[in-house]
């Protein structure tokens, strides 16, 4: 064992062992941060961990997409434990969900990868600008269904296929999609629509990823890192989620998408660019 470290630290120069030690970091402090936001608001994190990953790695936004995906699978799998320990699923919905979200990814992940780059950053902003307003201004609506049986079934699968889609081409888990759904069509309690969000998510994350795994769009060496953080953090964020309101809930992912969503657009328009060469 000394004589491997020994070997290792004759071969890797200083400056390269702490560029390395930097970069994973980096990548560590960026999954840690989408894993919270994962187990805090029962999606897959997919939201804020495409746009770190475009933007604070400098990955292409197809394989910015595709390597979210396979960190959401680590993230959702640790906060939805945490949230059946607390009785916050509702498994019988998972199956709904996953009866139409395992297609929908499936397709998704399929069609995307043929848009162009532009496109989606576009599609992604504009997806996060429209959810942040539903959280932020129509925040109490009465449940558009109300009765159970054939209709929430046929409800539940349809919420669960448009989520699916919705995650094979934004590179979210769909919990983004999931949850509000849950809450504004059937509604069902915050709590439990996030829990319920975190198992349909882990299995449709998984579909997508193996999509875009295939079409080469995945960077497994830094999301291997970037899970590190995301699992510990996906606990603890279902752990806070559980102290705190649906309306508190609703609040900080409707300013965090809002913000990021946003950010999307300026990028998209080159807005950003023309600042930098102000600044210059």
């Known amino acids: 064992m000394l004589l491997m470290m020994f070997n290792w630290m004759t071969i890797v120069h200083p400056e390269v062992a702490m560029k390395n030690f930097s970069t994973r970091r980096t990548t ?6 989408g894993g919270g936001f994962a187990g805090l608001m029962g999606v897959g994190g997919g939201v804020v961990l495409v746009p770190l990953l475009t933007g604070v790695l400098k990955m292409n936004q197809h394989t910015a997409q595709g390597t979210s995906l396979v960190v ?4 959702a799998g640790t906060g939805l434990i945490t949230y059946a320990f607390t009785g916050y699923v509702a498994w019988d919905f998972v199956g709904l969900l996953l009866c139409g979200s395992l297609i929908g990814a499936y397709l998704g992940a399929r069609v995307v990868q043929r848009f162009p780059e ?3 950053r576009l599609i992604f902003g504009l997806f996060l600008l429209l959810l942040a307003l539903r959280f932020l201004i129509w925040t109490s609506l009465p449940p558009l269904i109300e009765s159970s049986g054939t209709i929430e079934i046929v409800a539940g699968i349809a919420i669960g296929f448009v ?5 094979g081409v934004l590179g979210i888990g769909g919990g983004a999609i999931f949850v509000p759904a849950l809450v504004i069509v059937l509604g069902t ?3 439990i629509a996030q829990g319920t969000s975190l198992g349909a998510v882990l299995a449709t994350s998984a579909v997508a990823a193996f999509v875009y795994r295939r079409a080469g769009n995945s960077d497994i060496k830094s999301g291997k890192w970037i899970a590190v953080g995301a699992a510990p953090a996906g606990i603890a964020g279902a752990l806070l989620a559980g102290y ?3 309306e508190v809930l609703q609040r900080i992912f409707g300013s965090v998408i809002l913000i990021v969503g946003l950010h999307r657009l300026a990028i998209t328009s080159g807005l950003v660019a023309v600042i930098k060469d102000f600044k210059k």
């Open 244 to 246: 705190l309101s649906p």
């Open 118 to 120: 532009d496109a989606l």
């Open 163 to 167: 989520g699916g889609f919705a995650a």
């Open 72 to 75: 959401v699978i680590f993230a």
């Open 189 to 191: 309690d915050q709590h």
């Open 28 to 33: 560590f402090l960026t999954g840690f941060f």
